[in-house]
């Protein structure tokens, strides 16, 4: 196996080694399972899972009851997820030395990490990535 970085390739051998990468991480979602379980994770997140359509049934031996199609799983997990997140996140910047220099450092990178995650917006972030992973399992950030 070449140990060199993906990206310096040439362009047509990185597409074909990207190719063969995605049809690795898809045999491998198939050969687990872990497709058909994201799949019927994403249609109860989303109410497609009984019926694709959110239409009044009838049931009972003479029709006499009513149904309807309610998308518990969601509210659930959107409970969840304002529970969790009903404080904001706040980094702790400490410095290891107590002279003045240091001190001034940590001011300003609290302010820098506050500005950070105001500009790009990391809090929408969390909350897409906590609903990701309570959804299918498992998420992940891409650091920007």
């Known amino acids: 196996m070449d140990n060199t970085y993906i990206f310096l390739k040439e362009a047509e051998e990185l597409v074909r080694e990207l190719n063969h990468r995605w049809d690795k991480f898809a045999n491998h979602n198939m050969s687990t399972g872990m497709l ?44 969840v997820i304002a529970m969790v997140t009903q404080n904001r996140i706040n980094f702790d910047v400490t410095c290891t030395n107590t002279d003045l220099s240091a ?4 001011i300003v990178a609290r302010a820098v990490l506050d500005q950070l995650f105001y500009e790009k917006q990391f809090e929408r972030e969390y909350h897409s990535m906590l609903e990701m992973g309570l959804i299918f399992g498992m998420s992940f950030i891409v650091a920007r």
């Open 36 to 79: 058909d379980i994201w799949t019927r994770a994403y249609q109860c997140y989303y109410g497609e899972m009984a019926a694709p359509s959110y239409t009044t049934g009838v049931a009972g031996e003479q029709d006499e009851y009513s149904t309807l199609q309610v998308n518990h799983a969601r509210n659930v997990i959107k409970h």
């Open 103 to 106: 001190r001034n450092t940590t």
